[in-house]
Structures are given as structure tokens and as C-alpha cells.
């Protein structure tokens, strides 16, 4: 059970490049998230799912945009990549509220780099 | 959600029980307490949560207090591997909101030989 894959881990970007991120679940969870983590700094959040086709922003969603066409995966997309965009990101996922286990499983991070 | 006060750092020495406190004085009815923890450079690892009741299992205690204004987060044993920022959460069971969790600071436990 691989339960919440990040891809990938390490990533040096250029100012003004894109990529995308992307997260993968196996426990049929309903809700997604994406947050960023900046040195010594708690996690932050920029876009969440609530299911398959769903996105909604979250705390810090300045570019940054989201998609969800599957309910497994969870990709993050950086248009044109800014120093201040350099961060460890985060996905996790969760069930909705009235099943049993309703806590969060993160994946271990994608350490990104812009210059 | 309701925000939450947790001091930046403690220590504990290897063997005993860390006592991590949390404050929550404006937690509503329908939000409960978590604690996640994160091991240097990982993702967060979800250790308990409860909502008034104290909880247990086998990671950790939960202690409510009677007016769910704070909490306590027990870890019975502490060894080197509890070395973590600890995070405290309040969030509301709501569908709608998507149960986001929202990460203050943590504290900073640091379990020593």
C-alpha cells in the first residue's frame, strides 16, 4: 500500500519555467490538498479538492493552479516560476467527515529550487 | 477554525513522559482537537485527535480539558525517534470546508540521551 506518492522529489526550476507536480493516492480518498512549507515555517496551504473535478484555493493560491481529472491524482502547476516560489511542497489526502478515519496522510515532499 | 498557542520548544529527557501543551481558548463546539507531528524533513504524520472526550492510543494520550480551552499531548515513553516539531490542530468536521488543516508553528520537542 503506497498510500500518498509525490512526483518528484528534487527539482531545480529557472526563473520563468513551469512544471507541474504530481500527487498520487491508493485510498480512494475524496479530498486532496497541496501545501508548501518554507524554512522553519509551518505548513501552508495553497489549493484543496473535495473530489474528482472539484479545486478551491486555500491560503497562499498565487501562482499556483490545480487540477483534479481523477480522483486519485492531484496535480500542481507552476506557470512561470519566481525565486520566492522555492519551498518543500506537500500533498495529503483525507476521507470526508462521517467516515471513521478522517485524518490526513501526507506524502513526503517535493523539495523545489528556483533560481 | 480556531487558532491554537503551543510554545516553540521543549525538552525531554529519553524514558519519560513529554507533556506537549496546546491552547485553544476559541474552539467552537463542533471542532476538534488533532496532533500531527513531522520528523525533520518529512510529511506530517498524524499521531490523535479528540473532540471532548481524552483519547488514547497506541502513539499517544490526548487530555481535554473540561472546557476544551486546552490540551495536553502525552507521550508516555519519549525515545530519540519522538524528536519532532509537534503540531497542534483545531479543525471542524465539515464537508463543506473540505476538513483542511491549518499548521501554526509547532513545538519543537527534543527528546535527549
Known amino acids: 500500500n503506497a498510500g500518498v506518492t509525490q512526483t518528484p522529489k528534487f527539482r531545480v526550476l529557472k526563473t520563468g519555467q513551469s512544471m507541474t507536480l504530481l500527487c498520487a493516492q491508493d485510498m480512494n480518498h475524496e479530498y486532496m490538498y497541496w501545501y508548501r512549507q518554507d524554512p522553519g515555517m509551518g505548513l501552508r496551504l495553497i489549493h484543496y479538492?473535495?473530489?474528482?473535478?472539484?479545486?478551491a484555493k486555500g491560503e497562499v493560491p498565487d501562482g499556483y493552479n490545480v487540477s483534479r481529472l481523477k480522483k486519485q491524482n492531484f496535480l500542481l502547476g507552476l506557470e512561470s516560476a519566481a525565486p520566492s516560489q522555492t519551498s518543500v511542497y506537500f500533498c495529503a489526502s483525507s476521507y470526508v467527515f462521517g467516515v471513521t478515519n478522517t485524518e490526513a496522510f501526507f506524502g513526503q515532499g517535493t523539495r523545489l529550487t528556483v533560481v | 477554525d480556531a487558532k491554537t498557542t503551543q510554545p516553540p520548544s521543549m525538552d525531554c529527557a529519553e524514558g519519560r513522559a513529554a507533556n506537549l501543551p496546546c491552547n485553544h481558548s476559541?474552539?467552537?463546539?463542533?471542532?476538534?482537537v488533532y496532533w500531527y507531528r513531522q520528523i525533520h524533513s518529512q510529511g506530517p504524520q498524524y499521531i490523535i485527535h479528540g473532540l471532548k472526550n481524552n483519547e488514547t492510543n497506541e502513539m499517544a494520550s490526548l487530555i481535554i480539558t473540561e472546557d476544551r480551552k486546552s490540551s495536553t499531548l502525552i507521550l508516555p515513553h519519549a525515545t530519540l525517534r519522538d524528536t519532532a516539531v509537534y503540531y497542534c490542530i483545531v479543525r471542524a468536521e465539515n464537508n463543506n470546508a473540505g476538513n483542511m488543516l491549518t499548521f501554526g508553528g509547532g513545538t519543537r520537542l527534543m527528546v535527549k540521551p
Open positions: 476559541t474552539i467552537s463546539g463542533n471542532e476538534y
Open positions: 479538492s473535495v473530489g474528482e473535478g472539484t479545486t
